[in-house]
């Protein structure tokens, strides 16, 4: 059991009883539409979870890396889509209190964060975070969205596309290049306000099985950005988004984790009820089986994230062990969400079950914040590769 502060419990409490409302509610029939979610990204923030890690001092609760990453597991277990939107919205509040406030910041940035983090928290408006372009996925460094200083600020063109919540977030923190051809070095992060002249909303990813992530793409043309949302200048953006992507590999790890727990759950229950050949499918011994190796491996990855949280907490080098948590637990989910449907037979594949949406979002979270090749190559480069 982890030593939970009392705020920490009661933030999980909050995500085990907006879990609980998830589940009854949407299932199935999840609306795609920006209302639908915009509504329950409110009900997370009447609980506090759109600010878990956001300090205090700006409302809200400060709570550890780990506190985030359980909550993320228990939101995935109802839907993986509807964690991912909460937890991205969450990090640019987060990211706009820790770097836009405090000694080092520009003039007038702590006055937007002002404007900004109670709007935020509310979820009276939505964040997400742009890296990815049609032509630049794995390859952060090779955008080419590019931001171009002038007299007002700075000038933005370009296209991102994949991005959790851009099918109706407010405020979207874009990375861009600043210098061409400088490749990690010239990339900034700004914030960018969807309701501007200059953003154009295009390229919805249309699946049922997602739809609570919320996905699309924009387009900027000549958009502009004031001096004062330029939030990871050039020089600093890049360092602070792997850092941040650390985190996120963990969290997602955690996810993947909460829909095979979620679905063992459901398969066990039904093991027992569903009879064929005069008994129930629990007893006979190869359906078993497969339900007691998906316990093992959710085992082995729960504890794998667990010592990645507690590195993040205590700031000890994770760029591997985030990247080990992310790939054990990605495989471990697109193999048993697979798996325990399969145990279901037939009825596994019905919408009123969880199974096709755990297995679209174990596969989606094979790709976010790096795909499973690129865990790879960085666990191989990794001075630990053999303890
Ligand atoms: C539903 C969804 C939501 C997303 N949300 C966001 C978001 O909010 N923000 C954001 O910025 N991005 C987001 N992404 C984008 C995600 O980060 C990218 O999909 C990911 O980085 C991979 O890029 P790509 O899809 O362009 O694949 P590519 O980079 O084109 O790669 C294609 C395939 O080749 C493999 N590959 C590439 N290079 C190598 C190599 N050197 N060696 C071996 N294999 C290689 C990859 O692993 C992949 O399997 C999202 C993606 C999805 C599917």
Not at 143 to 163: M, N, P, Q, R, Y
Not at 174 to 187: E, R
Not at 318 to 323: G, I, K, Q, T
């Amino acid at each position: 059991m982890e030593n939970w502060s009392p705020q920490e419990r009661l933030l999980i409490d909050h995500a085990t009883e907006l879990a609980s409302i998830l589940r009854g509610s949407l299932a199935a029939n999840w609306c795609a539409s920006g209302e639908s979610a915009r509504h329950y990204l409110k009900l997370a923030a009447e609980r506090g979870l759109t600010g878990i890690e956001v300090p205090q001092a700006w409302g809200g609760s400060q709570a550890s890396f780990s506190c985030k990453a359980a909550i993320a597991e228990i939101l995935a277990g109802a839907d993986f889509g509807f964690a991912m939107s909460l937890i991205n919205t969450h990090n640019v509040a987060n990211n706009i209190a820790r770097w836009m406030s405090g000694p080092g910041t520009r003039v007038g940035q702590a006055e937007l964060a002002d404007e900004l983090l109670p709007k935020l928290l509310s979820a009276e408006i939505v964040a997400c975070t742009a890296l990815t372009e049609p032509q630049a996925g794995s390859d952060f460094s090779a955008i080419s969205t590019l931001a171009t200083k002038v007299d007002s600020g700075w000038k933005i063109d370009g296209e991102k596309s994949w991005i959790i919540n851009a099918q109706y977030a407010d405020l979207i923190l874009v990375y861009a290049q600043t210098l061409p051809q400088s490749g990690a070095a010239g990339i900034a992060g700004i914030l960018v306000d969807a309701r501007r002249e200059g953003f154009e909303r295009c390229d919805n990813f249309p699946s049922t099985a997602a739809a609570s992530l919320g996905t699309g793409g924009f387009k900027l043309n000549g958009y502009v950005a004031t001096p004062v949302e330029m939030m990871h200048p050039a020089g600093t953006a890049f360092k602070r988004a792997l850092q941040s992507i650390n985190g996120a590999r963990i969290y997602v790890a955690a996810m993947c984790c909460g829909m095979v727990a979620d679905c063992l759950r459901i398969a066990t229950d039904y093991g027992g009820r569903r009879t064929t050949f005069g008994v129930p499918l629990n007893e006979h011994q190869g359906w078993r089986w497969r339900i007691a190796e998906a316990a093992v491996d959710l085992e082995a990855a729960t504890q794998l994230v667990r010592a990645a949280c507690k590195a993040m907490d205590r700031d000890l080098p994770v760029v591997a062990l985030a990247a080990k948590a992310k790939v054990f637990a990605t495989r471990m989910a697109e193999r048993h969400t697979a798996a325990m449907l399969h145990a279901m037979g037939a009825h596994g594949l019905r919408d009123e079950y969880p199974f096709v949406r755990h297995m679209t979002g174990a596969q989606i979270a094979s790709f976010t914040d790096g795909s499973t090749e690129m865990m790879l190559e960085r666990i191989f480069k990794d001075e630990t590769l053999v303890r």
